[in-house]
């Protein structure tokens, strides 16, 4: 099935799966008010920063994975954003494809991994 979804769908879905694990990461400071939270989120899914975790993660990646990456990087139509240039917000979204389609193949271990991977320091 997540085969015939297209990119740009699973990159809508992906952005949404993403944000999540980082809200629920930043969970684990729950001293810190809501819009502190907010702010430090923006860390992490900005088109800037999650360009940068393509780039990190692409050589980790299997074969299958990386196609992924590539399929959303190089999606036809994508729309144009305010706060991010075009090469990074094509990386953002190859990013988000991978997170969509893992989601929805349910292999939740591989995309913890993968997860993991982006936030490392």
Do not use: W
């Not at 099935?1 to 990159?11: P, R, T």
């Not at 809200?23 to 430090?40: F, M």
């Not at 939740?108 to 993991?116: A, G, S």
Request: hydrophobic share 35%; net charge positive; glycine share 6%.
């Amino acid at each position: 099935m997540e085969k015939d979804i297209g990119a740009k769908a699973l990159a809508f879905l992906g952005d949404a799966v993403f944000t999540l694990k980082v809200r629920v990461l930043l969970l684990s400071d729950n001293e810190r008010p809501p819009d502190e939270l907010s702010r430090r989120a923006k860390k992490y899914v900005t088109a800037s920063a999650q360009a940068s975790f393509y780039h990190k993660i692409f050589p980790l990646l299997n074969e299958e994975e990386q196609g992924l990456l590539k399929r959303g990087r190089n999606s036809s139509g994508l729309s144009k954003t305010k706060n991010a240039n075009t090469s990074d917000y094509r990386h953002a979204t190859g990013l988000e494809t991978l997170f969509g389609y893992l989601f929805l193949s349910g292999n939740e271990t591989r995309l913890n991994e993968i997860f993991n991977m982006c936030i490392k320091e």
